[in-house]
């Protein structure tokens, strides 16, 4: 079955601290995944995308993730977190076959202290 | 603004009552997706529509249904409400690539 794993639950950081965040998805065949990003009170906004090709793919707002094939991972990264920066983060994968329905893992909510 | 629009924002209703939840795709997106959002579950797929035609089920309760119209517009009906009910329902819509870009939410509350 497909599954999606999210480690962190809740994670604090300061400002100016370096963040990643762990993905591990489990798929047969193929696995396009996602990033997607919560604010408080909003929707779900797309950071980044992996589909193929280079494995480090750069999103929005500095995030970056890396697919790593031999590990299963998808984790998410940024350098220099800000307080900007506080919300839940949800790692999403599909099958690439377009238009399919989206796994979410359980979500990591990220807290930054000023 | 992702293009994708829900209505209502907020609903509260009580027990055994039945709602209606609307979504408005992005222009010329085909594919519709809702899913609900619970502290327990987590976000949990329901159901996708394509062009009109129901296209894949998940975790769709029984007393839930869904359509979509021609004008690709889509709703979500809820019947027989149960307090566990309560939560943020999405809808997302995606083009010919495999992004979805998701709507604000309609908060559901069961009383």
């Known amino acids: 079955a497909q599954s999606v794993s999210q480690h962190n639950h809740h994670v604090i950081l300061s400002e100016a601290a370096s963040l990643e965040l762990g993905c591990n998805y489990s798929y047969g065949g193929t696995v396009n995944l996602f990033w997607y990003v919560q604010y408080p009170g909003q929707h779900l906004q797309l950071l980044l995308k992996y589909f193929s090709g280079d494995p480090l793919v750069k999103g929005i707002k500095g995030f970056e993730a890396e697919f790593i094939k031999s590990k299963f991972s998808f984790n998410l990264r940024k350098p220099s977190v800000q307080w900007s920066d506080t919300a839940e983060y949800f790692c999403?994968?599909?099958?690439?076959?377009?238009?399919?329905?989206?796994?979410f893992g359980t979500g990591t909510r990220l807290t930054i202290i000023p | 603004d992702s293009g994708v629009t829900q209505t209502p924002k907020h609903l509260i209703t009580a027990t055994g009552q039945r709602v209606t939840l609307r979504c408005s795709p992005r222009s010329g997106d085909l594919s519709v997706y809702w899913y609900q959002q619970s502290l327990d579950q987590g976000l949990q797929f329901l159901i996708q529509?394509?062009?009109?035609?129901?296209?894949a089920k998940g975790n769709i309760l029984e007393r839930f249904s869904a359509q979509q119209f021609p004008d690709l517009h889509s709703e979500l009906n809820l019947s027989s409400l149960e307090l566990g009910d309560s939560a943020l329902y999405f809808c997302?819509?995606?083009?010919?690539?495999?992004?979805?870009?998701f709507g604000a939410g309609t908060r559901l509350s069961v009383l």
């Open positions: 529509y394509y062009n009109g035609e129901e296209r």
């Open positions: 999403a994968g599909a099958t690439n076959f377009g238009n399919e329905k989206l796994t």
């Open positions: 997302a819509s995606s083009g010919n690539g495999n992004i979805q870009y």
